[in-house]
């Protein structure tokens, strides 16, 4: 009798290209076909031929980690769909284009052609069914979503397959300055405003896929953002620049409204995709708290926030404005624009040309996510010399979970095996010896194996 199974095709045991496959007799559902952004990019390490077998996929969220390998599907035959959000849908143009000029950066070459991306087919989920509700997403195979507060349109997953079940995450906050999250939990046919009341039984999940990308970190949101508001502070006060480089979509529209509200005084430069961003946020009002559209709204209002077109505007805006927060694209610090700014930041002319200028100014380079090995971002903070006039610094702006999430979640959604995901190895197998120090494990309390894997390994459910 063949098992279920769930293959690792990437995402596990490190962080980036997302890829997993439930596998059983009859079905076989990818979740995300992600990229690992180091080098010319890293893809899943599925065989080609393994793509036409597949069921369907299904999609977490826009992010490349979690989306820029789909195109590889359909160069390798398949032909069914992707399931996904409208938002997310739109955001993945963006993303396609950015990868691009990434690979191309490095002197690589896609893998995949523009043929390849136009042939993905979506399923909007949004149009099928609403979230906390069950849906046959093909015979044989159910499925429910809800948000997952990382992304617009980023969502959960609980699939129901050949008498299993799993439970897979995406990348999960419940910390988020602008977006909304629903609790996980299984209440057959119960929309999610009924969880709470919901009474789940013992071990509803066979097995679980867990966003733990921030290892043994337990520090919630308020003392990240209340470490990285007084990094901030110093560099303002001495009238240095602050640049905050950010990804396209999700963190980088959070961290404009933040820093407008922290510093009301302080001049803001974005750029204008960033800006268009935090437009078109507000226009996915179903992914929103409910009392951030005010928020963003006060922010495209605002006097003090300005979108430079050009090269010129840019100086002009930094030489005129003493203390200005710079948010720029690429959270990484490899696009040109990132670059250009440190660049410009690092200037020691630049700065002696400057008005009103102290004598012990410095400028920082926030740096608020992962950054990769060999990305720029990364080189800066191995670098860094407290001689620089521009410091690069890490702080994390709480995008993902840490332990204290994971065992949250846990309880919330009960397994009887548990793959925790998007962390290095050696991060992971942490967590995991903690968790099964506190009894998460089969012999004692609840029934629960907790996995510390890597890219190319299969477990059976």
């Not at 739109?90 to 043929?115: I, K, N």
């Not at 710079?326 to 020691?348: C, E, F, H, K």
């Amino acid at each position: 009798m063949m098992m279920t199974k769930l293959r690792i095709w990437g995402g596990a045991g490190e962080h980036g290209r997302s890829c997993y496959v439930f596998e059983g007799k009859q079905h076989r559902i990818m979740l995300d076909c992600g990229v690992k952004k180091e080098g010319t990019g890293q893809y899943p390490v599925f065989p080609p031929q393994k793509a036409k077998e597949l069921t369907t996929v299904l999609l977490s969220h826009a992010h490349e980690d979690h989306s820029m390998g789909l195109p590889l599907l359909y160069k390798y035959g398949y032909r069914g769909e992707v399931w996904t959000t409208k938002a997310t849908a739109e955001q993945l143009g963006s993303y396609f284009r950015s990868w691009h000029t990434y690979v191309e950066s490095r002197g690589g070459e896609l893998p995949y052609g523009e043929e390849d991306i136009q042939s993905i087919t979506y399923r909007y989920l949004e149009d099928e069914v609403p979230s906390g509700v069950w849906h046959e997403a093909c015979p044989g195979v159910r499925i429910m979503w809800g948000r997952s507060g990382h992304l617009a349109g980023a969502v959960w997953y609980i699939i129901e397959m050949e008498g299993k079940r799993l439970f897979f995450s995406g990348d999960y906050s419940r910390e988020s300055e602008l977006l909304a999250a629903d609790a996980p939990g299984l209440c057959i046919g119960e929309g999610i405003d009924a969880l709470p009341e919901c009474k789940p039984k013992s071990s509803l999940v066979d097995i679980s896929i867990m966003d733990n990308a921030y290892g043994m970190d337990i520090d919630p949101q308020p003392v990240k953002l209340e470490r990285l508001r007084v990094e901030m502070e110093q560099t303002l006060l001495s009238g240095g620049h602050v640049l905050l480089p950010v990804p396209a979509f999700g963190r980088g529209q959070e961290l404009i409204v933040w820093v407008s509200e922290q510093f009301p005084e302080q001049a803001i430069i974005v750029e204008p995709d960033l800006w268009h961003g935090l437009k078109q946020l507000i226009e996915w009002k179903e992914w929103l708290r409910l009392e951030a559209p005010a928020r963003i709204l006060h922010v495209l209002n605002s006097s003090r926030v300005f979108v430079p077109r050009d090269v010129a505007e840019r100086i002009s805006l930094l030489e005129r404005n003493r203390a200005t927060i710079i948010v720029t694209r690429d959270g990484m610090m490899d696009s040109p624009q990132a670059r250009w700014y440190y660049q410009y930041l690092s200037d020691t002319r630049n700065m002696m040309n400057a008005m009103d200028r102290r004598v012990n100014m410095k400028n920082s380079v926030m740096l608020t996510g992962h950054a990769s090995n060999g990305s720029f971002g990364k080189q800066l903070l191995e670098r860094a010399d407290s001689n620089d006039i521009c410091i690069a610094r890490h702080l994390i702006y709480k995008v993902h979970q840490g332990l204290l999430d994971v065992r949250r979640m846990l309880k919330e959604m009960p397994s009887k095996q548990v793959v925790l995901v998007h962390a290095p190895k050696l991060q992971t197998d942490l967590v995991r010896d903690e968790l099964i120090k506190e009894g998460n494990n089969r012999h004692g309390g609840p029934a629960r194996e907790v996995h510390s894997l890597e890219p190319g390994t299969m477990i059976e459910v």
